[in-house]
């Protein structure tokens, strides 16, 4: 069909993994929309690693999946390594992660995307965005062509003004063979953005008929892997899985690395832009981290009929010579084969405090941003921003109320408040350590956390929400069961319990209270009690860390409640804050600045202090609500 001559609800401009959930996401709720991409090929393209979730991103990739969206599912249908990280820590930072077939990833989200009612798709290079007194109103292509829309949401990843690094030599590209988006950015520039430049980078990728693995340490997959998406009941035996292997760099390495750093464009003053830190290039972390004498190295698989892998710790953009030189010094690479080099890429993005917490610009209505442009790297970052603005683009349309998560329900909420209230000076990546309430939003309850929002904005179907309260009633009922059932001292027990370092009982005890004691855990004293041998592993585990982490759930629970009614006193746009003597100079500019919405995002601003915000809730309260909330 010819999807030009048409006025859209929402386009979405990008197929990356903020681009796809937003469409779906939007398509679902009903609205009419086009997505424009490049080439339908490239839908779901990852552009580094063809790995999904891990540490801060497994739980993001659950949220998603929880919300409807297709992260999850993608990578249970894909994935050829699962593993569960921080498996013997606590339930807070335990986080899933696999290695995808970068193929199969790919074809599948095209197939959901070709099959997905509501949404339209046009190959083509977005030039502008069309904007009439600061509300959107479609956007024009390369052709010239234009095509209107209510709302537009921007995702266009790396390629905005992406320039590819590899030693000396730079071209101009979104990622490699793939050309920049240089009109668009001047596009955003002529509307009055401020564009700022970021930086990341890819390690070469090797053939794998060429890597002599026996000198490596093998990792294989988890024996049981554990699906990412609640919907998939398990991976199939029939599914193949592959290992990956661990080697690392050495002195000969490092060598050859000092010996040409002032090649590389980090150091020889080429890029000038901000890399992240936490994932960064072999030279930066040489740099960084002078005294160690060798970095992990990670041969991870690409796919099960592409013989290629990625070698993840050595993100590079030394010279090619330069790159042979540093693989072949690496113990099982000293004969390896690069098929494609490795090359560091920056690009422009928006300060995220331009937006507002739906993700809806604050300078152009009906605009919204989602992904790498705001600042984040990683596909899960992203596609938790792609389906939380193609959601609000999707209310906007139904003039409905924004969709706002909070930081006490999710990694989500997290990652987009961090965003706007805060910004960021360098690629933002999602940790645990950044959610003050991990242990109230795990990945193990995500489901529970986002199933009422997603039965509301018609993302999750009603027989799904059934099943998830279906599902915590019996945990529930299980965890009263538990802390009923009371256990006599015994032999039988009192074995158990110290061959496991804990006291033996002497009096009767209830048996929540036994599995609250450290190192004790429910497949321990099952054979005490024996009714929950019919439920998965994944239910089990979360009777137990209710029961387990019962007291530290509850203070979080508590704090939540503390701060919970500023998120709800909202401070109108444009707010005058110079007209609030109490307040200093310094605090009112930051909070003309941040331009926060609620009371609670000014709250987490740095440098507002406790005594602005009381200051600030008793002038709203007076000037604004009459003396009410
Ligand atoms: C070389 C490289 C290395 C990376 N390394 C890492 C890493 O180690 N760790 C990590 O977490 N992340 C890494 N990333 C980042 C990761 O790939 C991104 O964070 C993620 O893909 C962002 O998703 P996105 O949807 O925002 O954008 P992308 O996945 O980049 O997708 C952008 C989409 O927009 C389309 N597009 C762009 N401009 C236009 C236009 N004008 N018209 C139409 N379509 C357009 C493109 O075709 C593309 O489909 C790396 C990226 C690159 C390129």
Same mark, same amino acid.
């Given at each position: 069909?010819?999807?030009?001559?048409?006025?859209?609800?929402?386009?979405?401009?990008?197929?990356?993994?903020?681009?796809?959930?937003?469409?779906?996401?939007?398509?679902?709720?009903?609205?009419?929309?086009?997505?424009?991409?490049?080439?339908?090929?490239?839908? +779901?393209?990852?552009?580094?690693?063809?790995?999904?979730?891990?540490?801060?991103? +497994?739980?993001?990739?659950?949220?998603?999946?929880?919300?409807?969206?297709?992260?999850?599912?993608?990578?249970?249908?894909?994935?050829?390594?699962?593993?569960?990280?921080?498996?013997?820590?606590?339930?807070?930072?335990?986080? /899933?992660?696999?290695?995808?077939?970068?193929?199969?990833?790919?074809?599948?989200?095209?197939?959901?995307?070709?099959?997905?009612?509501?949404?339209?798709?046009?190959?083509?290079?977005?030039?502008?965005?069309?904007?009439?007194?600061?509300?959107?109103?479609?956007?024009?292509?390369?052709?010239?062509?234009?095509?209107?829309?209510?709302?537009?949401?921007?995702?266009?990843? $790396?390629?905005?003004?992406?320039?590819?690094?590899?030693? =000396?030599?730079?071209?101009?590209?979104?990622?490699?063979?793939?050309?920049?988006?240089?009109?668009?950015?001047?596009?955003?520039?002529?509307?009055?953005?401020?564009?700022?430049?970021?930086?990341?980078?890819?390690?070469?990728?090797?053939?794998?008929?060429?890597?002599?693995? $026996?000198?490596?340490?093998?990792?294989?997959?988890?024996?049981?892997?554990?699906?990412? %998406?609640?919907?998939?009941?398990?991976? &199939?035996?029939?599914?193949?899985?592959?290992?990956?292997?661990?080697?690392?760099?050495?002195?000969?390495?490092?060598?050859?690395?000092?010996?040409?750093?002032?090649?590389?464009?980090?150091?020889?003053?080429?890029?000038? /832009?901000?890399?992240?830190?936490?994932? &960064?290039?072999?030279?930066?972390?040489?740099?960084?981290?002078?005294?160690?004498?060798?970095?992990?190295?990670?041969?991870? &698989?690409?796919?099960?009929?592409?013989?290629?892998?990625?070698?993840?710790?050595?993100?590079?953009?030394?010279?090619?010579?330069?790159?042979?030189?540093?693989?072949?010094?690496?113990?099982?690479?000293?004969?390896?084969?690069?098929?494609?080099?490795?090359? %560091?890429?920056?690009?422009?993005?928006?300060?995220?405090?331009?937006?507002?917490? %739906?993700?809806?610009?604050?300078?152009?209505?009906?605009?919204?941003?989602?992904?790498?442009?705001?600042?984040?790297?990683?596909?899960?970052?992203?596609?938790?921003?792609?389906?939380?603005?193609?959601?609000?683009?999707?209310?906007?349309?139904?003039?409905?109320?924004?969709?706002?998560?909070?930081? @006490?329900?999710?990694?989500?909420?997290?990652?987009?408040?961090?965003?706007? $209230?805060?910004?960021?000076?360098?690629?933002?990546?999602?940790?645990?350590?950044?959610?003050?309430?991990?242990?109230?939003?795990?990945?193990?309850?995500?489901?529970?956390?986002?199933?009422?929002?997603?039965?509301?904005?018609?993302?999750?179907?009603?027989?799904?929400?059934?099943?998830?309260?279906?599902?915590?009633?019996?945990?529930?009922?299980?965890?009263?069961?538990?802390?009923?059932?009371?256990?006599?001292?015994?032999?039988?027990?009192?074995?158990?319990?110290?061959?496991?370092?804990?006291?033996?009982?002497?009096?009767?005890?209830?048996?929540?209270?036994?599995?609250?004691?450290?190192?004790?855990?429910?497949?321990?004293?099952?054979?005490?009690?024996?009714?929950?041998? @019919?439920?998965?592993?994944?239910?089990?585990?979360?009777?137990?860390?209710?029961?387990?982490?019962?007291?530290?759930?509850?203070?979080?629970?508590?704090?939540?409640?503390?701060?919970?009614?500023?998120?709800?006193? =909202?401070?109108?746009?444009?707010?005058?804050?110079?007209?609030?003597?109490?307040? %200093?100079?310094?605090?009112?500019?930051?909070?003309?600045?941040?331009?926060?919405?609620?009371?609670?995002?000014?709250?987490?601003?740095?440098?507002?202090?406790?005594?602005?915000?009381?200051?600030?809730?008793?002038?709203?309260?007076?000037?604004?609500?009459?003396?009410?909330?």
């Amino acid at each position: 069909m010819n999807v030009l001559n048409k006025t859209y609800d929402c386009i979405v401009i990008g197929s990356g993994h903020a681009g796809v959930e937003a469409a779906l996401a939007a398509a679902r709720m009903g609205c009419g929309t086009l997505m424009v991409n490049f080439s339908f090929d490239t839908i +779901g393209q990852m552009s580094c690693n063809p790995a999904i979730g891990g540490v801060g991103k +497994g739980q993001l990739v659950k949220e998603i999946d929880a919300l409807g969206g297709e992260m999850g599912k993608a990578a249970d249908k894909t994935g050829i390594q699962f593993r569960q990280l921080n498996a013997s820590k606590g339930p807070a930072v335990r986080s /899933s992660r696999c290695q995808s077939d970068r193929k199969q990833y790919l074809l599948y989200m095209q197939d959901v995307v070709r099959n997905q009612e509501n949404l339209f798709f046009l190959e083509g290079k977005v030039f502008d965005i069309l904007v009439r007194e600061n509300l959107v109103y479609g956007i024009r292509l390369e052709s010239g062509q234009e095509i209107y829309a209510k709302t537009v949401v921007l995702t266009p990843g $790396t390629f905005l003004n992406g320039k590819i690094h590899i030693g =000396k030599k730079t071209t101009s590209a979104g990622r490699i063979d793939e050309s920049a988006s240089n009109k668009l950015a001047d596009s955003l520039k002529s509307l009055g953005f401020e564009l700022l430049s970021f930086k990341t980078g890819t390690p070469p990728r090797i053939d794998g008929k060429t890597i002599d693995f $026996t000198q490596m340490v093998r990792q294989d997959s988890d024996e049981v892997p554990v699906p990412f %998406s609640f919907l998939t009941t398990e991976i &199939p035996e029939t599914q193949k899985l592959l290992s990956c292997y661990i080697t690392a760099t050495n002195l000969r390495t490092h060598k050859i690395i000092k010996d040409n750093i002032h090649l590389s464009p980090m150091y020889s003053g080429k890029i000038k /832009s901000t890399g992240v830190r936490y994932c &960064p290039s072999i030279e930066d972390k040489l740099v960084k981290f002078s005294d160690k004498e060798r970095h992990q190295v990670f041969l991870e &698989p690409e796919g099960l009929d592409e013989d290629l892998y990625y070698p993840n710790g050595i993100s590079t953009g030394l010279p090619e010579d330069v790159q042979e030189k540093m693989v072949h010094s690496i113990k099982g690479l000293e004969n390896a084969r690069i098929v494609r080099y490795g090359y %560091s890429i920056e690009h422009a993005v928006i300060p995220s405090t331009e937006l507002k917490s %739906s993700l809806e610009s604050k300078r152009i209505e009906g605009l919204f941003c989602a992904g790498q442009i705001n600042g984040t790297t990683g596909y899960e970052e992203a596609a938790a921003q792609g389906l939380v603005a193609g959601i609000n683009a999707a209310l906007k349309v139904k003039n409905q109320e924004p969709f706002i998560l909070g930081r @006490d329900e999710s990694y989500t909420g997290v990652l987009i408040d961090d965003l706007v $209230t805060k910004g960021t000076d360098e690629p933002y990546r999602m940790f645990t350590s950044r959610v003050e309430y991990r242990l109230i939003v795990r990945e193990d309850n995500a489901d529970k956390r986002m199933c009422e929002h997603g039965l509301r904005l018609g993302l999750i179907s009603k027989e799904r929400y059934d099943a998830i309260k279906e599902k915590y009633d019996v945990i529930e009922k299980q965890i009263e069961r538990l802390r009923q059932m009371r256990i006599d001292p015994g032999e039988g027990i009192n074995k158990i319990l110290t061959e496991n370092h804990s006291a033996p009982l002497r009096n009767t005890t209830r048996l929540s209270e036994i599995l609250k004691r450290p190192g004790v855990s429910y497949e321990m004293i099952a054979p005490f009690d024996g009714e929950l041998k @019919d439920f998965s592993k994944q239910i089990i585990d979360q009777i137990e860390y209710e029961i387990k982490y019962q007291g530290f759930i509850a203070r979080q629970q508590k704090d939540v409640e503390r701060f919970k009614h500023l998120e709800y006193i =909202k401070i109108p746009s444009g707010f005058d804050y110079s007209s609030i003597s109490g307040l %200093s100079i310094e605090i009112q500019h930051k909070l003309k600045h941040f331009a926060p919405q609620t009371l609670g995002q000014a709250h987490r601003i740095s440098g507002v202090t406790p005594a602005a915000i009381s200051i600030l809730m008793i002038y709203l309260r007076k000037k604004l609500n009459n003396g009410k909330f």
